[in-house]
């Protein structure tokens, strides 16, 4: 069975800084991957995903993320963080029906 | 741009209670989906629905649970005799089944079962 982990419960990075979120899948093949992200109260928006072609992939919000086939790693980054990107973001795998994993927490220190 | 709805944003119902969750998908897509997301967990697929039937279900998906497209615009999730254990977040999702593959997720609507 697909399974999506996201090592990381909780993170807390200062406003400016960098981020990395890790993610690793277990499908053995072409895996199509995304990132979403949740704001409390809210649904799941879509940030980027990753089918084919390029493994550095460009989202929304200045996210990106880059699929290593090696590490079966997906791991979301963000060149400078702020305040409003405090949120949940999920990993997930899937073609049709989508297996998340457990969810990052993002908090942003001042 | 077009976006999922989900009604109502909140429910609270009684152990036993049948509850019916609406969701308006995005009006040209062909793929329907229900998740949930109990407090603190992960999010976790319940049905998918495609040309007025089923096309997969999870094992969280039993007899309790039914998914309808009564009028070619609304989609369901019923819960027929509602548990505590189904107080969640449940989120309704579509897609286009063209290339993109890519979910758009309605803002949810959280059950509270009492």
């Known amino acids: 069975a697909q399974s999506v982990t996201q090592p990381d419960i909780h993170i807390t990075v200062s406003e400016g800084a960098s981020l990395e979120l890790r993610c690793n899948y277990s499908?053995?093949?072409?895996?199509?991957l995304f990132w979403y992200v949740q704001s409390p109260g809210q649904g799941l928006q879509l940030l980027l995903k990753?089918?084919?072609?390029?493994?550095l992939v460009q989202g929304i919000k200045g996210f990106e993320a880059e699929f290593k086939r090696s590490q079966s790693s997906f791991n979301l980054r963000k060149p400078s963080v702020h305040w409003s990107d405090a949120a949940e973001y999920f990993c997930?795998?899937?073609?049709?029906?989508?297996?998340f994993g457990k969810g990052t927490m993002l908090l942003v220190s001042p | 741009e077009p976006e999922v709805t989900q009604t109502p944003s909140h429910q609270v119902t009684q152990m036993g209670q049948e509850v019916i969750l609406r969701c308006v998908p995005i009006s040209n897509h062909l793929y329907f989906y229900w998740y949930r997301q109990i407090l603190g967990q992960k999010v976790e697929f319940l049905v998918s629905f495609y040309n007025n039937e089923i096309s997969e279900k999870s094992e969280i998906f039993d007899d309790q649970f039914s998914v309808e497209r009564p009028d070619g615009s609304n989609f369901t999730l019923k819960i027929r005799s509602t548990k505590l254990e189904d107080s969640a977040m449940y989120f309704c999702a579509s897609l286009s089944g063209g290339v993109s593959y890519e979910q758009y997720f309605g803002p949810g609507t959280r059950l509270t079962v009492t």
């Open positions: 499908y053995g093949a072409t895996p199509y």
């Open positions: 990753y089918f084919s072609g390029d493994t």
């Open positions: 997930a795998e899937g073609y049709s029906t989508l297996t």
